[in-house]
């Protein structure tokens, strides 16, 4: 059974920094990619930040310079580093990957930028 956790959400002030965990079950995270969506409220869900099974990333022009996606193969672990987080950067982020055409989402963990 596929799960995935996120956490690491929370309370900053704007110019803060957070950093995001997705730790899987049931698969590994250096075979496929995985991406960080976030959803603010009353809007669509967006695409953050990619990390291809060889390593390589991409991210939306609202996040570049500032986000960082990374992943530890041995504790099958993603990982989005936030900083200088602006206000519009509050949502629930959530982890996702993608097996066999079946999308897999975690719970999703609350950010909150303060201005």
């Known amino acids: 059974q596929v799960q995935l956790v996120e956490s690491g959400g929370g309370l900053v002030q704007a110019g803060g920094s957070l950093r995001l965990s997705c730790a899987a079950s049931?698969?590994?995270?250096?075979?496929?990619?995985t991406g960080w969506y976030r959803q603010a409220p009353g809007k669509q869900r967006e695409l953050v930040a990619t990390i291809s099974r060889g390593g390589t990333t991409d991210y939306a022009d609202s996040v570049k310079g500032r986000f960082t996606i990374s992943r530890d193969n041995a504790k099958n672990t993603v990982y989005l580093q936030m900083n200088s987080l602006k206000p519009e950067d509050t949502a629930v982020y959530y982890c996702n990957t993608v097996i066999s055409g079946v999308p897999y989402w975690g719970q999703g963990t609350q950010v909150t930028v303060s201005s």
């Open positions: 049931g698969i590994f995270f250096s075979t496929r990619t």
